[in-house]
């Protein structure tokens, strides 16, 4: 039975205080959730505790004898493995999985090391992990969800005492996050101590047997999960707000036809898609990761154009560009964020105004008074939190770049609004502005296609909500009528339970 | 790299210069790093030849970076959109044989030898955007193909001989044209004693800057190169603003081998060859000036001055010409080794 301890961590960037006294521990054996909302703190604490932080002050020690990590390697050996949020920076997609998974001994190992070993190695590792891939295919061809567990498997390569996982469920479906879940209880059978970071609480409370919140840099609640509850949680991590998080109870008028395409193929599933969107109205696309919800987000935004036509208001328009997309009225919050949603070098204003630059522009030349002004009145009545308009907006929080994100389409007054995962890794307050953020775009009759893999989001404030699997619809619910059951069965293509009518 | 204490324990630090050194003085060289190393090469120069601060010395280094400033502004346009061209030295050379040849070859006006080769220049811009954008090659590799190519075609046209006043034809007698005075005045002359070179810099320099800064092309250059999926998706044509890119660089290559041959009045072959790495060089020296940390035109031309006053000086100091790209090398790594030792804090 091993301990790990951090005790009065601080740390700060500059002038920023990010940690202010942080004592956290974790034995063999036990899960321990570590919670927050977006810039609380988890991810310098966890980067401390994994070598990737040389200087901070307080002090990590394990069974009491006093560590210090300078790099990655050093935590690794003390027995410390991180399975971080983005398994593509962890893994080279070029190499075999075999050759990710015993990644450990091209540093450690033999200088030669035969082909048949490693992959028996490999199958090894890869059991434990409940994955049954031959070792000898390349990294690409797995889902994002195995790639996880070639991480996993990875990290268990080696003694490992500890292992810390961040939000990794960020990106799976139900069904893959329970096979994790079922893993990381073999894990902790074994006595791995596993730190948990994640924004899903029914799964903190499902899988942890301790829960610390942190809160700008201090605990706000540390316990075990016995004495714990889901609004105890919630409150710690807000602060004293409680928010509600779900509270759609308006009952909105729908006009006509916005929105229609029929039998429109998706050219990166090669399927066909017919759907509609009323003025006023919020669809929800329900689906598992790998159903195809982002590549017809992106036809229908012209990012991957199709060559069918859509129809805006009953007037065909064929979208060939996401330019052609935006001059018809078509906004879209990609998934990828900080890759695709906002340029992160870029100040708030830049950002914001970037599709309607035209509309500041006079002789060619940009008015910048009046680009700042009216960017400066969307901060506003987006909430958008940030220290000054022209401060670049990778110092903003995820939830406020997002705002960003959804904000500078409506700065182009469009008519159809195509959300992909808008609540991806942004904290609860935030996802609150950003679920009313299009609840105010539908009020103002805007049609509203909402692709996510949280069905509790869908349940909440979807008018009807349409279920995809393998690239195409298999199913439509009324909101009266729908419920996860449902969804689930559907988004399976029929193998989760039976649904009862 | 300055350390991460506290408040608390900043006050019990104060006295240890080391901290305050870190904290200080690196935001500040990394600000006005380059421009403390142009100062005090001015002084060193002057306290050690007493020629070196004179207007008479200081028009001549102008002029003798209005070449490689004109060419640098082409690589950091294409640099800002994300891209890198290559082929800026060849292009300077095709347009330096080019309007030679119209003049002396083909007895042409000087507007005629200065369009022609333009309208070539422009033509290798297409060319470099056909393989990026089009075919998608990587920038380096397509840009360095057509550098080949156009190094190729140009030794081609000239069978590999300079063009020149007088010069004998292969077919008997000597060519028909000569190299007009009012060619010549575009790398010779003076206007109110500043040579037309230099003035042709300046008004480049400023323009370019104005049109980056405050312009929605400018912009759009920059956001191209920011983030190319997320300026497609936020519905700017990112294809267009890298073929416009391309075109700028030729365009000023071509504007920089155009003044190169009224400069020295030849058609030198490869005359815009060595260009290359120096154009490259003011680029990247700029991106450090004022800690910009991208490329920008007024940074380039800082990084120009900065490589022909060290040229200069270092020629009066009869340092020999081969040892002088040490020199040249150490400043380069001198200014980007602040700036991304700043970035990665």
């Not at chain 1, 409506?410 to 609150?432: H, R, S, W």
Request: charged share 20%.
């Amino acid at each position: 039975m091993t301990q790990l301890s951090l005790s009065k961590i601080t740390k700060s960037f500059g002038e920023q205080k990010v940690l202010k006294g942080v004592d956290f521990t974790v034995n063999s054996g036990e899960v321990h959730a570590l919670l927050g909302a977006n810039g609380a703190g988890k991810s310098t604490l966890m980067k401390i505790l994994s070598g990737d932080y040389e200087r901070y002050s307080g002090k990590i020690t394990m069974d009491g004898k006093e560590q210090i990590f300078k790099t990655p390697a050093d935590a690794k050996d003390a027995g410390i493995e991180m399975v971080v949020q983005e398994v593509d920076t962890a893994l080279v997609s070029s190499l075999s999985i075999a050759e990710n998974v015993t990644m450990n001994s091209f540093i450690n190992g033999p200088a030669f090391f035969s082909w048949n070993k490693r992959n028996k190695r490999a199958a090894e590792l890869l059991k434990r992990v409940g994955l049954n891939l031959n070792p000898s295919l390349p990294l690409s061809h797995c889902s994002l969800a195995q790639k996880q567990l070639v991480l996993i498997a990875k990290a268990l390569s080696r003694e490992i005492s500890f292992m810390i996982l961040d939000e990794p469920t960020a990106a799976l479906s139900t069904k893959e996050a329970d096979h994790l879940f079922s893993v990381l209880r073999e894990l902790q059978k074994d006595g791995v101590g596993i730190i948990y970071i994640s924004h899903r609480l029914p799964e903190v409370m499902n899988l942890s047997t301790k829960i610390t919140v942190l809160k700008d840099g201090y605990i706000t609640l540390q316990e075990d999960i016995e004495h714990s509850s889901t609004e105890k949680i919630v409150q710690a991590m807000l602060g004293n707000e409680l928010v509600e998080l779900f509270n759609d109870d308006e009952e909105r008028v729908l006009g006509d036809t916005l929105f229609e395409v029929t039998d429109f193929r998706v050219p990166s599933t090669n399927e066909k898609i017919s759907l509609s969107v009323k003025q006023g109205e919020i669809v929800g696309i329900a689906g598992l990761v790998g159903a195809g919800k982002t590549e017809t987000a992106r036809a229908f935004f012209g990012a991957d154009p199709s060559l069918d036509p859509v129809f805006i208001n009953s007037k065909k328009v064929r979208i060939t560009s996401p330019l052609k997309a935006i001059s018809s009225g078509i906004g879209f919050v990609p998934e990828e964020r900080r890759k695709e949603g906002i340029l992160v070098d870029y100040n708030v204003i830049e950002n914001l105004t970037l599709p309607v630059l035209k509309q500041f522009t006079k002789f060619g030349l940009i008015q910048k008074k009046k680009e700042k002004a009216e960017a400066e009145r969307w901060i506003e009545q987006l909430g958008i939190k940030t220290q000054k308009s022209t401060s670049q907006i990778n110092h903003l929080s995820g939830g406020n770049q997002q705002k960003a994100a959804i904000g500078k389409w409506l700065l182009n007054d469009g008519e159809v609004f195509i959300f992909d995962e808008p609540t991806k890794g942004i904290d609860v307050g935030a996802k609150q502005d950003v679920f009313q953020c299009i609840k105010d775009l539908a009020h103002k009759k805007k049609g509203i296609l909402y692709f996510t893999s949280e069905i509790q989001e869908l349940l909440a404030f979807c008018d009807r909500i349409l279920v995809m699997y393998d690239g195409k619809i298999a199913g439509e619910l009324k909101k009266e009528e729908a419920t996860t059951e449902k969804i689930m069965h559907f988004a399976t293509g029929g193998h989760y339970g039976t649904v009862r009518s | 790299m300055a350390q991460y204490v506290h408040k608390e324990h900043v006050e019990e630090n104060l006295k240890g210069t080391k901290f305050q050194f870190q904290e200080r003085v690196f935001p500040f060289l990394y600000r006005y790093g380059t421009l403390l190393v142009i100062l005090f090469t001015i002084i060193s120069f002057s306290l050690a030849n007493d020629k070196f601060l004179s207007y008479q010395n200081f028009t001549d280094i102008l002029r003798s970076v209005s070449i490689i400033t004109l060419l640098a502004i082409g690589v950091t346009i294409s640099l800002i959109v994300g891209g890198f061209d290559l082929s800026v030295g060849s292009t300077a050379s095709l347009a330096t044989v080019t309007s030679a040849a119209v003049l002396v070859l083909y007895r042409q006006e000087t507007i005629i030898a200065i369009l022609i080769p333009i309208a070539i220049g422009l033509v290798v811009g297409l060319l470099n955007s056909f393989f990026v954008v089009k075919v998608r090659l990587p920038d380096l590799l397509a840009t360095l193909a057509v550098m080949y190519i156009i190094n190729g075609l140009h030794l081609t046209f000239t069978k590999g001989f300079s063009i020149y006043n007088n010069m004998p034809l292969a077919e008997g007698g000597t060519a028909p044209g000569v190299f007009l005075p009012s060619f010549l005045f575009i790398g010779q002359g003076e206007i109110l004693s500043v040579p037309v070179p230099v003035i042709i810099m300046l008004i480049a320099v400023i323009v370019v800057h104005f049109i980056l800064q405050q312009s929605r092309f400018g912009r759009l250059l920059y956001i191209t190169g920011g983030n190319e999926e997320a300026a497609r998706l936020s519905g700017v044509p990112v294809q267009r603003y890298k073929m416009y890119a391309y075109l700028l660089s030729a365009f000023f290559a071509t504007l920089a081998g155009i003044l190169l041959a009224a400069r020295i009045g030849t058609g030198q072959v490869s005359a815009g060859a060595p260009l290359l790495m120096d154009g490259v060089a003011a680029a990247f020296i700029g991106f450090s000036v004022f800690g910009a940390g991208k490329p920008n035109v007024i940074g380039t031309f800082v990084g120009a001055v900065l490589i022909g006053i060290l040229l200069n000086g270092l020629t009066m100091l009869n340092v020999p010409y081969y040892a002088q790209d040490i020199v040249k090398g150490t400043i380069l790594i001198g200014a980007l080794a602040f700036m991304y030792y700043e970035k990665k804090k």
